[in-house]
């Protein structure tokens, strides 16, 4: 929360620095840096790293407010004229800013600049590594699914497994004498190689957020305007390259154990070569142990293996430090343990702590005989009081998430076991589950090595509060629309405004667009169905271009159905009149035959009760779902007498 995620650092080294050296050795001469978040503090880095000295790399940065998205950032290039002109001329590459790896750049820019010198349309090459399921560094966020046309490597479909279960693939046609491969091997190294073409095609989709599902899904689509496709290049072997995305603090252990076991050659600490400003000094010694100089190290301590000590660190008599690393200017603490756990800079571990699993945050003071067990993380400048446990699995901060201004400030409450600061409220989308936090472990694994059913209700609980203030702004907007008449294709742009920022799906979207449109067809005090009809068909007609944008599948068809049905259980007039909403949204092909008849079964399958409301909603669908069966009868008896 205070400082952004590029400048954390991960083995000591800021995830910046890895990546300017890793660009450099691949020969790249220019990057942008788009900065969000404390933009000033990656400027002011940048700057001081002396990085335009850095073997003729020069490195820009570019200030982005109010971007949270990869296809947010790369749009606003374009209000840029020193970049527009160079970006528009020739391909780019696009990288997140928390990966590590050493995947050369070489073969993914060589394949696809040959695709389109071969006249291929190629607007995206994505990288990908072939991985094990089972890899520890691929987590739930990583989990994915895709279809590619072997041969040609062009990717057909991209499916996160994280939110879905199930892959949809409906409307593929499988080429004549060819063949489609479902891929469940790769992993997405969110390195792409993109064409100029992109930034205009990101300029007309501005719900498109990154190069992923969405993005791969609509280039590929029947109706999409865009002219190119998306190709892949895979890295098939793990001696091709390393490649991590950090998204949470599990993965932030695995990958700083991997890059202290030399996993990520040529990116090592030893090396020195990064941080220009910051003038490194590590040495290597034998069992991975990295101290850089002018540490203090007392006779007695233990330093054991797989462990690095910045610059100025003092560890005192009987300390114990194992598998950790300490940065500069740290203090621990006599008989004090460290385990696991990850200290930044200016960190004061007074004597007889235990840290187990843990990430300290720089300026933290932990006073004397403090335990904190795995999964904790200690905000900066936070003082613990003596001798107090804290864990497992709590943030400490000074800062609290205060859900009416919807934003984070500074704690008021102090908690009892700490000085200057509390156990943190957090954000319900920044929260983070226990097996996800150091010392977990993988989701799809248990202690004994077996398949873990991941249980998705905890999530879900989680994420209601999200999902009630969504739905009512999503009302409210709504509403503001139809008061203020706004053109269809203008509410369209305010319903995705909102549903962007609230990170939901165009299927979350139909619990507020349903009941707002149902509320239109029903004007107050109006007690004639006859009048009710008509108005219905009006409003379902000047509706549907605006509703087909979010009823795409099947389950969002089942979940209109589902919504009608509700918003007519609110009195017996408009429980009277369910029979006549459900024909103009069937006629309009925003529900189909088949969702209706889906509907029929279920409540047929309901035990059949005289009160229950759907089964007089089922008794007045009679006639239209007779209607409905009819025309496949008579084609069935057409087909008898020809017979």
Known sequence: LHIPKILMPIANITFLDYLIDYLSDNNIEQVYILCTNHAHMIQEYVKNQHYKSYRSLKVSTIACKEVFSTGAALRSLLEHESVNSQILREDFIVLRGDIITNIPLEKVIKEHLERKSKGEKCMVTKTFVRMCPANRIRTREDDILVVTEPGTNSLKKYQCLSAEQEIDLKGFSIPINGTLDLRYDLYDCNIDVCSPEVLYYLKENFDCKDFKDAFVNEINSPNSLADGKVFYCEYTDSKEGYCAVVHNPLLYDYVTRDIIQRYAYPLLIDSNLMCPGANLSYKYTRNNIYIEENVKLAMT?????????????????????????????????????????????????EEGCSINGAIICSGARIKKGTIIFPGVIVDFNIVLKMGIEIG?????????????????????KFDDKVENGAICDLRNSDKIGENLNIGGKPYFLDQTGSEEKFDLSEASAASGEDEEDFIEELKRTITRAIVNNFSKDNTRMEILSLRLSYNKSPTDCLWGLIPCMLDLCFPQNENSKANVAANIKKVISEWTPLLKEFIRED?????????????????????SCFYLLIPPFQGAELVAEQAVFRWRDKVMAQEKSPTSRSQKLLADMQPFLKYLEEPAEESDEEGDAEG
């Open 555 to 575: 389950a969002d068809e089942d979940l209109t159905i589902e919504l009608i049905e509700e918003y007519c259980s609110q009195n017996e007039f408009y429980g």
């Open 301 to 349: 301590c233990i330093v054991s293996p797989n462990c690095v000590i910045g610059k100025d660190t003092e560890i005192h008599e009987k300390a114990v430090i194992e598998c950790s690393t300490l940065g500069r200017k740290c203090s621990i603490g006599v008989g004090s343990k460290i385990t696991g756990s990850y200290l930044w800079e200016n960190v004061v571990v």
């Open 392 to 412: 497992p699995n709590l943030p400490i901060s000074s800062l609290t998430y205060d859900r009416k201004e919807k934003k984070y400030l500074d704690a008021t």
